[in-house]
Nanobody
């Protein structure tokens, strides 16, 4: 059974930090590129950051560049999103996605991040 389980969300003050985790199971994690997306209230889902299956190549949305860092640990089947200098506009549900070489595509259920004073 394929599972992607996000964790680490919560309420944080502006300027604060959070680290999101996405634990994978039920598929070959090390052969899948991983991506974080987010969806704010009444907005469409948007790309945040991605990392290749080896971890050597990363991409980050301009809106979070310099503040968010994506990483992965293939020995733990986990991808991370370190979020620093958080802003109220970062408030959203954050989703983890796995995309494989043969078109496999898996999604987690999301974790809520709220940035507010």
């Amino acid at each position: 059974q394929v599972q992607l389980v996000e964790s680490g969300g919560g309420l944080v003050q502006p300027g604060g930090s959070l680290r999101l985790s996405c634990a994978a199971s039920g598929f070959t994690f090390s052969s899948h590129a991983m991506t974080w997306y987010r969806q704010a209230p009444e907005k469409e889902r948007e790309f945040v950051a991605s990392i290749s299956y080896t971890g050597r190549i990363t991409n980050t949305a301009d809106s979070v560049k310099g503040r968010f860092t994506i990483s992965r640990d293939n020995t733990k089947n986990t991808v991370y999103l370190q979020m620093n200098s958080l802003k109220p506009e970062d408030t959203a549900v954050y989703y983890c996605n796995a995309h494989g070489p043969y078109g496999t595509d898996f999604w987690g259920k999301g974790t809520l991040v709220t940035v507010s004073s």
